[in-house]
């Protein structure tokens, strides 16, 4: 009987060399989708360039015109590494970024939709991971209304950051030496709320939401946190690699391959809606599955302090060994 190598990839993993060209399809939410026809935006991998070790990345508009440009040391999903440069779909800029390992790090720079300047932040210049998303590490530096009146200078000011489509100002509050201080107030349409907060030194002292139905809940540190598997990614490799069986057929044919897998996290931890994104065949497919499924509950993420439902993409690589 061949052993096998079980090998668990989620968002930073690295994708073996292989195809010269890799296109894949997606909605704007980042989920993938099987077809150009479905797709909101489409993006292709190209190898890498001779003497270098990062495929390049190029993303597409369904009008034909460019979405992102930049290098990634993994197929899919991308690891930026290096500059990268996103568009509108009127094709003015959009933002200025550099990466390591798939962070942002350095000066970063975010524009209208008109092509002026919006913000200039600067994120640490060594990787910093976590698990706070809006955990905001950066400093502020500059801020400019859609016009460019200054609103923060020299990392000194009064912030008003926009949501991502530019509708309505989200968050509002002092900047000082680039950090956020003292009381800050916002909105979020999607979840329907208002928000005040307290910063000192850029730390989120203390935090309150209220919905439209007059429900309010508090939270400290960050607005949002990502569901985390009990024990983190470590302990989630080890329970794939201890649970997976590799199907007897797919072995008896040397079938391998990457098995991409999108699914909810639910409010209470659980497991729901999975969705094979990248087949590889019926039984690697349904292996894949089926150890998702019966995955323990996961500690919840979180918005404002209230659990939320997170669509959650892993890419399992099936390998005979």
């Known amino acids: 009987m061949k052993p096998f190598l079980f090998t668990l990839m989620v968002l930073w993993a690295t994708a073996c060399c ?3 060209i890799n296109v894949f399809y997606l909605k704007n939410n980042g989920s993938y989708v099987n077809n150009v026809d479905s797709a909101e935006y489409t993006r292709v991998i190209n190898a890498p360039d001779s003497g270098s070790a990062l495929y390049k990345v190029s993303e597409y ?21 290096g500059p990268c440069l996103t568009f509108y779909p009127n094709g003015n800029r959009q933002g200025s970024y550099t990466y390591d390992g798939g962070v942002p790090v350095g000066s970063a720079y975010d524009y209208y939709p008109n092509g002026k300047l919006y913000r200039m932040i600067k994120y640490p210049d060594s990787v910093v991971r976590g698990n706070n998303h809006f955990k905001d590490n950066y400093l502020i530096i500059d801020n400019l209304d859609s016009v460019g009146k200054v609103q923060v200078a020299e990392s000194k000011g009064y912030y008003r950051g926009f949501d991502e489509k530019f509708s309505y100002i989200k968050e509002q509050g002092p900047v000082n030496n680039g950090l956020r201080e003292g009381a800050w107030k916002g909105e979020d349409k999607t979840l329907k709320l208002t928000f005040i907060e307290t910063y000192k ?3 989120l002292l203390s935090g309150s939401a209220t919905d439209s139905s007059s429900l309010t809940t508090t939270y400290s540190g ?4 990502s569901p985390q598997f009990e024990g983190g990614y470590a302990a989630f490799s080890r329970y794939i690699r201890d649970h997976i069986i590799y199907p007897n057929d797919a072995r008896a044919h040397d079938i391998e391959g990457i098995v991409i ?4 996290l639910e409010k209470d931890g659980s497991v729901t809606e999975i969705k094979v994104l990248r087949s590889v065949s019926k039984s690697l497919d349904e292996e894949a599955v ?9 500690i919840p993420g979180t918005r404002f302090g209230r659990p939320v439902r997170v669509s959650y993409a892993v890419p399992v690589n099936f390998k005979l060994q």
Not at 222 to 225: E, N
């Open 261 to 264: 897998l999108q699914f909810v």
């Open 201 to 203: 030194n850029n730390e």
């Open 18 to 20: 292989g195809q010269q």
């Open 290 to 298: 089926r150890v998702i499924r019966e995955s323990p509950k996961w």
């Open 61 to 81: 508009y369904k009008n034909g015109k460019k979405k992102l440009t930049g290098t990634s040391s993994a197929i899919n999903p991308p690891r930026f590494k």
């Open 222 to 225: 960050a607005r949002m946190t």
